[in-house]
Each structure stands twice: as C-alpha cells, then as structure tokens.
Nanobody
Framework: QVQLVESGGGLVQAGGSLRLSCAASGRIFSINSMGWYRQAPGKQRELVARIRSGGSTNYADSVKGRFTISRDNAKNMVYLEMNSLKPEDTAVYCC???????????????WGQGTQVTVSS
C-alpha cells in the first residue's frame, strides 16, 4: 500500500506564511511527479503546483511568485512554501503523487487526506 500524509496546515493571517509537507510511504518503486491541489468550499479542486522527478515545476497563475514547491527525492517528500497568503487561498490542500509501486506497474495517482489552510483577513 502507498500512503501520502500531509502536515503543516493551520490558521494564519493574511500576508503570513505556511509550509506544507507531504510524505509518501509504502511500496514505491519510482515517483514521476508530486503536487499539491486545493479545494475550497463550493469550488472544484484545482492544481496549485506540481514538481516532476527532474525538478521542473508548474504553478497555478494565482499562486505564482508567492508559493514555491520543492521535493526531496531521497525521502519521497514534497513541500509547499506559501508566502503572502490571501483569504482566497483558504482551502483543503491535498498532496498527490504519480508513481509506480514496482518496476512493471502502471503509473497511478495517489492522494493524501488533505490539510486545512485558513487565511483570515
């Protein structure tokens, strides 16, 4: 089994910062990419940021210049540094990994349970 466990969410004032972490564990052969998605009440889930095994990244336009995604391949971890937070960043943030459990496995999506980020005005 594969598990993704997030940590680091919480309540912060507008303009503040938070750092999210996600650890992938279990039977993992290789991870193609890891990313963060978020879902606010009444809205669809959206991609926040993604980082591939080679280090390339992409971000939602709404977070460019404020959020930074990074990855520790040796530890199967991904981080999201969030600065200059705005009330509209309030959402449940979920970690995602595209990975193979063994050499002949197909690449599959795995998700964490999510961590709440609340930004007060």
């Amino acid at each position: 089994q594969v598990q993704l466990v997030e940590s680091g969410g919480g309540l912060v004032q507008a303009g503040g910062s938070l750092r999210l972490s996600c650890a992938a564990s279990g039977r993992i052969f290789s991870i193609n990419s890891m990313g963060w998605y978020r879902q606010a009440p009444g809205k669809q889930r959206e991609l926040v940021a993604r980082i591939r095994s080679g280090g390339s990244t992409n971000y939602a336009d709404s977070v460019k210049g404020r959020f930074t995604i990074s990855r520790d391949n040796a530890k199967n971890m991904v981080y999201l540094e969030m600065n200059s937070l705005k009330p509209e960043d309030t959402a449940v943030y979920c970690c995602n990994a595209e990975l193979r459990r063994y050499v002949s496995d197909a690449v599959r999506d795995y998700w964490g349970q999510g961590t709440q980020v609340t930004v007060s005005s």
